[in-house]
C-alpha cells in the first residue's frame, strides 16, 4: 500500500489534518523538520511542516521519500494569482511547474534545471485530476458552510473557480505590480507564483515519485499582498486545504492504490 506525503509551507494548512490522525500519530524530528506518521482515510501518511523557500520544501521532499519511503507528495499552500482570470479564493492545481527565478545563462537556457536538461516539471496527471475533482467538489458543498458570507467579503471571495495548469516558484514573495507584469510577459501559461512548488516537483522528478501541488489563491501579488494575509490564511485557506484534501485522501483510498 502507498503512503502519501503531505508538506505546506505554513503550520495552519496542515493543523486541522494533523489534528484529525488522533493520539496514535508517530512523530521523529529529523534536521529541524517533525515529521507526523499516522493513518488519515485508512492511508498511511506522513505531514510535515517543509517552511517557506524553494530549499526547506526540496530538503523535506527528500526527507520524506528516502527516511519514509512516500510513494506520493502532495503539497498544500498559497499562491498569488498571475494570470488575470484568477482570482482570490481560486484553487489551482498545478499539471506542470516551473522556477522563475532559475537563470544560469549563457551556460544553459533560462529556467532550465543545469544538467537536468528541461524547465518545467509535471505533476503527476492523475493526483492532479483527483485533487482538481476534490477541489470542485469542496467548493460545491463544505465551502459555504466553513466560509461564512462576512469572510468571503471581506477578501472579495465571490464564486470560487478551480484552475489547472502552470504553477512558478521562486525564492521571493511577490507582491508588485510591475514584477507580476514581468512575469506573465515571460511566462504567459503561469497561473500563479509561489516558493515552493516547482522544487517540490523536481525532486520528485529525480527520484521517480507521483506528486500534486495545490494551491489557494490568497492575492493578486500586487502590493497589497501582505495585507491580512494571516487572517486569510486563518479564516479561508486552512479550511481549503482541510476540506480538499480529506476529500482528495478518501477518494485516493477508494481507488485501492
Do not use: W
Not at 505546506?8 to 486541522?16: G, K, N, P, S
Not at 481560486?90 to 537556457?109: K, N
Amino acid at each position: 500500500m502507498s503512503t502519501i506525503g503531505i508538506l505546506a509551507a505554513l503550520q495552519e494548512e496542515i493543523a486541522t489534518l494533523l489534528t484529525a490522525m488522533g493520539p496514535d500519530v508517530v512523530t521523529r524530528r529529523i534536521g529541524q523538520r517533525v515529521y507526523h506518521e499516522g493513518q488519515l482515510s485508512g492511508r498511511r501518511c506522513v505531514l510535515v511542516l517543509a517552511r517557506i523557500g524553494k530549499v526547506a520544501a526540496a530538503a523535506t521532499a527528500v526527507t520524506l521519500i528516502r527516511e519514509f519511503g512516500v510513494t506520493v507528495v502532495v503539497f498544500t499552500g498559497l499562491a498569488g494569482a498571475v494570470a488575470d482570470h484568477v482570482r482570490v479564493g481560486d484553487v489551482v492545481v498545478a499539471q506542470t511547474l516551473l522556477q522563475h527565478d532559475l537563470d544560469a545563462r549563457p551556460l544553459f537556457p533560462r529556467y532550465e534545471v543545469p544538467l537536468l536538461g528541461r524547465s518545467y516539471f509535471d505533476a503527476d496527471a492523475q493526483l492532479a485530476t483527483l485533487l482538481a475533482q476534490c477541489a470542485n467538489d469542496y467548493l460545491g458543498s463544505d465551502y459555504a458552510e466553513e466560509i461564512v458570507s462576512a469572510t468571503r467579503d471581506a477578501f472579495g471571495v465571490a464564486d470560487p473557480k478551480v484552475h489547472s495548469g502552470t504553477i512558478i516558484s521562486g525564492d521571493c514573495f511577490v507582491c508588485d505590480t510591475s514584477a507580476v507584469g514581468l512575469l506573465r510577459s515571460a511566462l504567459p501559461d503561469a497561473l500563479c507564483v509561489e516558493m515552493e512548488g516547482a522544487a517540490v516537483a523536481q525532486i520528485c522528478y529525480e527520484y521517480g515519485v507521483p506528486c500534486g501541488v495545490l494551491r489557494t489563491i490568497s492575492d493578486r501579488a500586487d502590493s497589497t499582498a501582505d495585507i491580512d494575509f494571516n487572517t486569510f490564511l486563518a479564516q479561508v485557506a486552512r479550511f481549503y486545504s482541510a476540506g480538499i484534501l480529506r476529500r482528495f485522501l478518501m477518494n485516493y483510498s477508494s481507488q485501492g492504490r
